[in-house]
């Protein structure tokens, strides 16, 4: 199958962005295979650009896995040009570098003496296997398999993980909203060995319970993993209120960074639970109090006691996901202004804000932007102490920045 794209649109696939939209194809020619969905790509003058895989029925109609530089110009040359393709072993080989990056950047210290057993292993485009994604929880994984082209290499990827990392398990959970996008049904459950039945992960040497058959996206959030050891930091003798909690990364570490209080506040009652089961496993019970409630609603009701009266100093916004496209941009915005400008306006003089974005549409400069806007609505006066985003275990492909989708601002808020 090749795909021939309309001028002008070749650049960005040259430059390495995996994604081509439907609206940059000019041609399609011939079917599908669907034991591979492997097509190869033409720029609109003839050269070939690399191969994908191709799925007609999302907008993302092609995601590139090889892209030949070297037939780039081969276009009117006689030189024969070696056959592009993409096959079981070159997976095999990138599943093998995204682990021995792991290995090599110190994020999994357990051989070294260190104190964390779980990270991402392998993070989709940014290590250039779209529509994957791989956690390492303690001993065993947790895969996710997004996409249709990279549904086709299943069987390939736990072949791969089990001659790799032999995990003790390999558990599921592609249940995510892009599977409907693609044509997918959901798909959940144990793939290989046997999940215990409670599963404690160590992070910084914080244990926490891990629910791969319920949890969030595979069970937790290992993006925060450098944000919440930095926020322990700074934790010390402050009243900290973590909005947006899950089962307490932040919470847990302000509480081990010497908080003298903490708040967690998450809308879901399961949160809640794993997360006063996490404050327990790591004895810090008598100071993280969980509160089930909307963070909007709480923090709005905190402005009266706000300005000289606040006791919360220290405060971290981490919501979730506000856009999911780039059309949902403009609502997103007006969200993160709202939550920020209530959390701005709650803090004590001299507090300290770590506020996040996971939205992938929303990308860090407009988030600064919106952040600066809720600012000067509070009428606080702001410093931007540090520049947040995910650890090395989520690498981004460069030229795809829609990988860059967590980032954070730690401020240091005083009134103007
Ligand atoms: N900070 C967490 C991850 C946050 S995920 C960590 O470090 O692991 C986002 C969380 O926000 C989810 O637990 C979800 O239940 C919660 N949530 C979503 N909408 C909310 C709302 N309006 N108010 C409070 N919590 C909400």
Known sequence: MNIRLKPGKDK??????????????????????????LCAVYGAGGERLGVGYYNDKSTIRVRMLTVDTAVNT?????????????????????????????????????NTGGNTDSCRLINSEGDFLP???????????????????????????????????????????????SREREGLPLSEGLIAGALPETLVITENGVKYKADLRAGQKTGFFFDQRENRALLRRYASGRNVCDCFSYSGGFAINAALGGAASVVAVDSSEEAGA??????????????????KSDAFTFLRQLRPYGGDRSSIDLLILDPPKFANH??????????????????????APGGLLFTFSCSGAVDPYLFRQIVFGAAADARRNVQILHILTAGPDHPINIAHREGEYLKGLVLKVQNL
């Open 326 to 347: 780039p059309s949902e941009v403009d609502r997103a915005a007006r969200g993160y202004k709202e939550i920020n400008l209530a959390g701005l306006r709650a803090l």
């Open 12 to 37: 960005p696939v040259r430059n390495g962005h995996p994604w081509i939209f439907s609206g940059a194809v000019a041609k399609v020619e011939g079917d599908v295979d669907l034991r591979d969905r």
């Open 274 to 291: 794993c997360l006063s089961e996490n404050a327990r496993l790591n004895d810090v019970s008598d100071t993280v109090k969980f509160m």
């Open 74 to 110: 081969a276009v009117n040359t006689t030189k024969s040009i070696p056959t592009l393709t993409f096959t079981a072993k070159d997976l095999q080989s990138r599943i093998r570098q995204s682990i021995d990056t792991r290995e090599k950047n110190g994020v999994l210290t357990t």
């Open 131 to 177: 529509g994957l994604i791989v956690d390492k929880y303690g001993h065993g994984v947790c895969i996710q398999i997004g996409t249709a082209g990279m549904e086709c290499w299943r069987g390939a990827v736990v072949d791969a993980l089990s001659d790799i990392v032999n995990p003790a398990f390999i558990y599921e959970r592609s249940d995510t909203a």
